[in-house]
């Protein structure tokens, strides 16, 4: 009970003070979702996981017209435990694969995507 109340206000004062979009409020969402998890509460863990891999993408894809691809995926890769975190979720809880799926085509499609849009762009003589 101590560990949930100190990461809810851990995520209230981030959301507070960073906002909503912010990539340490997604940590917080994932540290409060892991603790669920550990718990065995899958159902309350699960959109948790969800809301902070969705900001943590939007996060990457804005930062990368400023990468290179080589900075993309370092980037990529020291966020990546929040997916695995979903994944395991969805394993252990036995909760719906097409979350899963879904989350995981996005992540790998996004580094894909923006890997393109690198290329692209340095080729396009403008």
């Known amino acids: 009970p101590r560990a949930e109340s100190l990461c809810i206000e851990t995520k209230t004062i981030r959301e507070r003070v960073l906002g909503k979009d912010h990539p340490d409020y997604a940590t917080s969402l994932n540290n409060l979702s892991a603790l669920y998890g550990s718990m065995g509460d899958y159902l309350r863990a699960e959109p948790l996981y969800e809301q902070a ?53 996005s992540w790998k499609g996004a580094i894909l995507r923006r890997g393109r849009g690198l290329r692209l762009a340095a080729d396009d003589p403008v």
């Open 53 to 105: 891999i969705e900001i943590t993408l939007k996060h990457l894809n804005e930062t990368a017209f400023v990468q290179s691809e080589q900075q993309q995926m370092l980037m990529s890769q020291s966020v990546r435990y929040q997916l695995d975190n979903f994944l395991r979720c969805c394993i252990d809880g036995g909760l719906t694969p097409d979350a899963a799926i879904d989350r995981l085509v």
